[in-house]
C-alpha cells in the first residue's frame, strides 16, 4: 500500500469499501481488503502500476449491489460511471480497470484480457479449504432453504466438484500464487467421500440454525 496513491487510498477507504458491508457474508470488508493486498503482492514482480491494480481490486465486487449473476460486468459498468477515477487515470489505465473487474469471475469463461485482469482474478480466488467449505454450506443454506440434509449435501458436494476438482472451472492465473498448493489439498478432500461428507456434516450442524435467524 506504501506505493499507492494516498488521495486515492482515501477515496476507495471513503467511498468504495463501505460498500462491501452490505453484501453477502462472503464478499465484505474483509474479502475486499484481502484481494486489495494479494493483487498488490502478486503484482509486484511484474513491475505494474499499483495504483491501476489496487483499483481494479478494490472495485472487483462493487457489482454485487445488482445481485451475483451479472456482478462482475455491472462492476465494469460502476468503473466507467465513476468520474473521480479521472483524476488519477487516463481513459486507456480506465478501460483496463474495468476490463480486470469484468474478467475476475471464476465461471465467467474465458482468459482475463490483461495481466491486471489475471492478478486481480487469482488474488479473488485465494483458497483457503476451511474457508471454502464454510461458504459453500452457507450459501446453500441461505439461497436454497427448501434443502433437507441430503439435498444440501448434494448441491455442497457438486459445486465443489465443477469448481475446485481436477478439470474444474476454475484455473490458477498466476504461477506465483499460493493457491496451487491451497488447491491440492482441497481437491484432495474432495476426491475423499468420507472425509467430505464429514466435514460437510460439522459444518450444517453448526451452521443450519445460524444462518435460519
Known sequence: MENVDRELAAY??????????????????????????????????????PNLIYAAAAWHDTGLVAGRERHHLVSGEIVAADGRLREWFTQEQIR???EAVEDHRASAGGEPRSLYGRIVAEADRVIDPDVTLRRTVSYGLAHYPELDREGQ???????LQRKYAPGGYLKLLVPESKNRERLERLQALIASPVRLRKAFDDLYDE????ISL
Open 12 to 49: 476507495v477507504e471513503r467511498e468504495i469499501i463501505p460498500r462491501y458491508r452490505e453484501f453477502d457474508a462472503a464478499h465484505r470488508e474483509d474479502h475486499v481488503r484481502t484481494v486489495i493486498r494479494e493483487s498488490l503482492h502478486l503484482a509486484a514482480p511484474y513491475g505494474l502500476d
Open 96 to 98: 483496463t480497470i474495468r
Open 153 to 159: 449435501y448434494a448441491r455442497f458436494r457438486d459445486h
Open 207 to 210: 451452521l443450519r440454525n445460524v
